[in-house]
């Protein structure tokens, strides 16, 4: 026994190493896998309200092009309203008329952003107080942003595209393709596009948006165009570069994207799945 | 509570805050950011003893991490460059680390970038292989050493030059 204890005063500084290498590498595992990151992340009370403070003057910098890209939203937004009834045979496979009781959408302010990591977090404004969830999506007016993580009181972090973890359900605009969207870590203006079949017809500039299949984005949000695509080692899939429309190192208002439905789909899914 | 522990708390605050605030914003080049936080961790007083400075760069790591959201590959990289610096200090500074008188102000220029730069490419090496986690990568976790590991270098020689002309 005398021994034991000898030996651990001996060797505390290496076995307190251990022990907190070993807590961090911990973390480090547990950060990788989706939805597990519970413990260390920025939506929390102190640094929340750190980056508020910070937000508070940044936002003044950026002012003006959040105006003007208020104004091309709200043109987009009139050009929909007054043209509706000329527009409205493109719309009748949506069912525009049902739109706004599927999703219920809400604003957000970005206090952090990060693009240059490989795992690459938002912090937003909005948290549980409001009823702000995990796996809402968050979009731009020109594009996906990512999916809500991890949420606090007050706060809310989002896994961004530009994240080696993220992978969204997209599709090809023309077709009805689908793949999914992930990220190799090379530049944070492209995303790729796998696992898209090779009799898909894949063009250069054609436009990818999001599918139909996941419960936290309605299917047509843009992502981007199409850089380069080639066929994979397999020969039967395509990767396809995707430009993204968002310049992710530039984001000041998000909003929200809640599915009414989602829990219903989810536990039709649960049940086949059992 | 000494002017020394006042002193070492106020470094610890204010390293955090630039690095989070500002440093991490930098992304030259897209990708490529200093890490002066580390500088905490070389200037640690040599004369106290390693489980403090092993604990205290964990705190330092896991601060950083969590205004990052980076899990936990700071707090490892920093633990891991405060448990072998010791011998970082024997191969840089020599007999005088022996008698424990180092002063980091009155080393040579030389033998500080020496120390410097074996502290900061460890810690990057380590930062970034946890981060990538990946093997097949092994090209983006060099490169983006090497970069970060050149800017750090150059950033914690000029704060050391900037601040000690004060306290002479």
């Known amino acids: ?274 | 509570m000494s002017s020394a522990s006042i002193q070492l708390i106020s470094r610890f605050v204010i390293l955090v805050f630039v690095q989070v605030l500002i440093l991490n914003n930098i992304n030259f080049l897209g990708y490529i950011n200093p890490y002066l936080y580390i500088l905490f961790i070389m200037l640690f007083p040599v004369r106290n003893n390693r489980t403090a400075i092993v604990f205290i760069s964990f705190l330092l790591g896991l601060c950083i991490d969590i205004f990052s959201d980076s899990g936990g590959v700071h707090a490892a990289a920093c633990v891991f460059v405060a448990y072998i610096r010791p011998t970082f200090l024997k191969f840089s500074f020599g007999t005088v680390y022996d008698y424990q008188t180092i002063k980091f102000n009155q080393t040579e220029l030389s033998t500080r970038l020496t120390y410097f730069t074996l502290i900061t490419v460890v810690h990057h090496l380590v930062l970034f292989s946890l981060e990538v986690f990946n093997i097949s990568k092994i090209i983006l976790i060099l490169q983006k050493t090497l970069f970060s590991s050149i800017f750090t270098i150059l950033l914690c020689l000029i704060m050391t030059i900037l601040f000690s002309n004060k306290r002479k």
């Open chain 1, 1 to 274: 026994m005398q021994q034991i204890i000898n030996f651990v005063f001996r060797n505390k500084t290496f076995l307190l190493f251990l022990l907190l290498f070993g807590v961090s590498l911990f973390l480090t595992i547990q950060s990788h896998s989706y939805h597990k990151s519970k413990f260390i992340h920025s939506a929390n009370y102190l640094t929340g309200g750190v980056y508020k403070q910070v937000n508070g003057v940044k936002q003044y910098f950026n002012l003006k092009e959040e105006n003007n890209a208020l104004l091309e939203e709200n043109r987009q937004l009139k050009m929909l309203l007054y043209n509706i009834e000329i527009d409205t045979t493109n719309y009748s496979t949506l069912d525009s008329t049902y739109l706004g009781d599927l999703y219920k959408f809400r604003t957000a302010d970005v206090y952090k952003n990060s693009y240059s990591l490989t795992k690459n977090y938002l912090t937003i404004d909005k948290g549980k107080k409001d009823s702000i969830k995990v796996d809402f999506g968050v979009v731009t007016s020109k594009g996906i942003v990512g999916i809500i993580e991890n949420t606090s009181r007050n706060y809310a972090s989002v896994l961004s595209v530009l994240n080696t973890k993220s992978r969204i359900n997209a599709q090809l605009k023309k077709s009805n393709h689908i793949g999914s969207l992930t990220w190799d870590a090379k530049s944070y203006e492209f995303v790729q596009l796998v696992d898209v079949s090779k009799f898909a017809k894949v063009k250069v500039g054609d436009t990818i948006i999001t599918g139909g299949q996941s419960t936290i984005f309605p299917q047509g949000i843009l992502i981007g165009s199409i850089d380069s695509f080639y066929i994979d080692a397999g020969g039967d899939t395509y990767t396809i570069n995707v430009r993204l429309f968002n310049d992710m190192t530039n984001i000041g208002h998000v909003y929200v994207i809640e599915n009414l439905n989602a829990a219903e789909v989810k536990s039709l899914e649960h049940k086949i799945d059992e």
